[in-house]
């Protein structure tokens, strides 16, 4: 199973079906651009990953524009909502575990 960020952003779009088409393909085309540098930097790791993982907003955002991921968390986690700052981290972390063979 193929666990980059590249394909998840396929897949998503895949799912959307007939909700994305021609007009959007300007904004999938920079969601994938911003997945595979993140993806690239998770291959390097260090810095590289670090610095990659800023983009991690603005794919998010791309995402959310395409109508691929909701705009609000779920009504259990709103309460537990993090900082843009703990959103970084925790994705460094996840993306650090991932690339070290761990999650």
């Known amino acids: ?15 959307a079906g007939d909700a994305i088409g021609e007009k959007d393909r300007g904004a999938v085309d920079l969601a994938l651009k911003y ?3 993140i993806d690239a930097a998770a291959e390097v790791g ?15 955002k791309a995402l959310v524009e395409l109508g691929l991921t909701p ?10 909502e993090t ?12 993306l650090r575990s991932r690339h070290r063979g761990g999650a």
Not at 1 to 15: G, I, N, W
């Open 1 to 15: 199973m193929d666990t980059t960020l590249r394909s998840s952003v396929l897949a998503s779009v895949e799912a």
């Open 83 to 94: 900082t843009p700052k703990q959103a970084v981290t925790d994705e460094l972390s996840a």
């Open 35 to 37: 997945a595979d540098a």
């Open 46 to 60: 260090g810095q590289a990953l670090t610095k990659a993982l800023y983009l991690g907003p603005h794919l998010l």
């Open 71 to 80: 705009v609000k968390l779920p009504a259990a986690q709103e309460a537990e």
